[in-house]
């Protein structure tokens, strides 16, 4: 049936009144006039996905523009902010995928000495420490390492004779043991019938006596016996930290092991506006309070998405890294169970727990030191993947310091990550001790990081600091790209293991970001990112690699605000 003339009419009206109307939208859409910038950055050398630029426009807490002076012209109004960077560098933030900042800042609270510090040093610094503290309080403080120390092991009655009115314990270099005098061992219980914790170790001398030092669980045991900082003390050292990592061009990082204290200090420092960077925090495995409650804690920079799982110890003179050979230096005195190291959790809960936080979306950060420990998270991975299809979040493998050659490609084909951590892929006293213990064939291939690029797994790097001095990770690039000591040095460690400049950014960056699941947001210096970047003294893709080690951050930005300045 025909249609009646009126509304064939209408209709052609209609059509004919709003085709200019649509027309008009087009061309406003996509003829949008330039964003005003809030600063215009000139005259730099900009790392970006698109090549090295000049400039940078940024709106609000947004990169608008990357380019020379003169594309970026169009977004400059008269209230905009121009900064010269006189030809410096600019580089995206750098994100630190393992360091624990509360532990950190506490640090400057303690009695600490150098790392590698002989055994006199030590000694020394602990009897000046007791000279200032009240009688009966706590010293704690380290770090030592076996090798360092020398002949002489780190007993108990040698901090009796220098501190005998105060529980001490010193921290190893791994944070995986502690070393206290008796008064600590009291503190604790812990006497010669007091049985090893599951997965701790109580050194004990030929008499059974325990001599001072306590690894794994039986250290933590120990810990908790330690009056805790209050909860503005550790909101203060929380700040510090974070602070100090911005001074390093850190603008993001993932907390290593978080209980529910820790979170609670988070979340106040996020509260008062102070917690600048964004933070993915990994939760203890042992704390299923935290796990279950963690939305309490969320904040719009505070991610409670991981967490973490410690499978072994470490690979010193501790003998707790699971390997799948025996130790080097391993001995009769040592027991069967340290020949080789052993799992802190057995297999089959291995797979249960991963399983179970791969079906909730939670990326879980398994502590694997050894090549035994590597094998058992994949092979806990796998089972995830089996279980629960492929599409999980990319689970970390952190540390990693020994991979059997078999299993490096295992990572990329099942979807998980490489941590590499801490930085210690360099001749240094704490790697003498790792030489010692697992001998030189292994230390060929220790931090296999190149193995793992070319396997094309997703290789990320952490400080895991405090168990180094100092988180910067311009030592990191350095000395993975050298294998050498700052600075260079004759002796190089596993220099199959070595990578360019642009690896070693790219683990810091891209690879990093997406890890964490902003690499939409954060991670490269491009139009519609966060403007997150920082500028630095040198070019360290041009300077010689035994120089980058030296590189300053001049000017640190995170969400187009400048939250550090050297001036």
């Known amino acids: 049936m025909r249609k009646p003339l009126r509304l064939t009419l209408l209709a052609t009206s209609l059509l004919t009144i709003a085709a200019p109307s649509t027309a008009q939208f087009k061309d406003a859409v996509g003829n949008q006039p330039p964003v005003p910038a809030d600063v ?47 030809g410096r560098t600019v580089l995206p933030g750098l994100i630190d995928m393992h360091v624990h900042a509360v532990d950190a800042g506490l640090q400057a609270n303690n009695c600490i000495f150098p790392q590698g510090a002989a055994m006199a040093t030590a000694i020394a610094t602990v009897k000046a420490c007791a000279a200032k503290a009240r009688p009966g309080a706590w010293i704690e403080g380290g770090q030592w390492d076996g090798s360092s120390l020398g002949k002489a092991k780190p007993t108990a009655k040698l901090l009796d004779a220098v501190a005998p009115a105060n529980p001490v314990v010193l921290h190893d270099i791994s944070l995986h043991s502690v070393w206290v005098n008796s008064a600590a061992l009291k503190e ?156 802190i959790i057995d297999a089959p809960s291995i797979i249960a727990r991963i399983t179970r936080y791969d079906a909730a979306g939670l990326t879980v950060k398994l502590h694997a030191a050894g090549d035994a420990s590597v094998r058992a998270a994949l092979d806990g991975i796998a089972a995830a993947r089996k279980a629960n299809g492929g599409y999980g979040p990319h689970h970390e493998i952190a540390h990693a310091n020994f ?85 260079g040095s004759a002796e190089v460690l596993s220099p199959s293991q070595r990578v360019s400049v642009t690896d070693a950014v790219t683990m810091l960056t891209t690879n990093a970001a997406r890890q964490l699941g902003i690499g939409h947001i954060t991670g490269s210096i491009e139009p519609g990112k966060q403007a997150d970047f920082i500028v630095i003294d040198r070019d360290i893709f041009a300077v010689a690699p035994t120089q980058i080690h030296q590189t300053r951050v001049l000017r640190t930005v995170v969400g187009g605000k400048e939250v550090y300045s050297a001036q």
């Open 188 to 343: 604790a219980g812990i006497t010669r019938d007091t049985p090893n914790p599951a997965g701790g170790v109580i050194e004990r001398d030929a008499k059974g006596n325990p001599t001072g030092v306590l690894r794994e669980t039986a250290a933590i045991a120990l810990l908790n016996k330690v009056p805790a900082p209050s909860e503005e003390e550790r909101i203060a050292a929380l700040d510090r930290a974070t602070h100090a990592m911005l001074a390093q061009g850190i603008t993001a990082y993932e907390e290593a092991l978080m209980a529910s204290a820790n979170a609670k200090i988070y979340a106040a420092l996020a509260d008062r506006g102070r917690l600048v960077q964004y933070v993915r925090t990994c939760m203890w495995d042992n704390d299923q309070d935290l796990i279950a409650q963690r939305q309490i804690y969320a904040r719009p920079r505070l991610d409670l998405g991981c967490v973490k799982m410690i499978l072994d110890g470490v690979p010193t003179d501790a003998h707790t890294a699971a390997m799948l050979e025996p130790y080097a230096d391993a001995d009769h005195a040592l027991g069967p169970e340290r020949q080789k190291g052993s799992l």
């Open 403 to 487: 991979i059997a050659p078999e299993d490096v490609a295992r990572a990329a084909q099942l979807g998980a990550t490489y941590e590499f951590s801490p930085y210690l892929w360099f001749p240094s006293p704490p790697v003498r001790d790792v030489v010692t213990t697992v001998g030189p064939k292994r230390m060929e291939r220790f931090t296999p990081v190149r193995d793992a690029l070319d396997a094309g797994a997703r290789v990320l790097m952490g400080s895991d600091w405090p168990v180094i001095p100092s988180m910067s990770p311009w030592v990191a690039i350095e000395t993975l790209v050298t294998r050498q000591a700052p600075g």
């Open 40 to 86: 215009i950055y000139v005259h730099g050398h900009v790392s970006t996905p698109a090549g090295w630029q000049e400039a940078i426009a940024v709106s609000g807490s947004t990169i608008v523009g990357t380019g020379s002076e003169a594309d970026l012209a169009k977004h400059r109004t008269a209230t905009t902010k121009v900064i010269d960077l006189e």
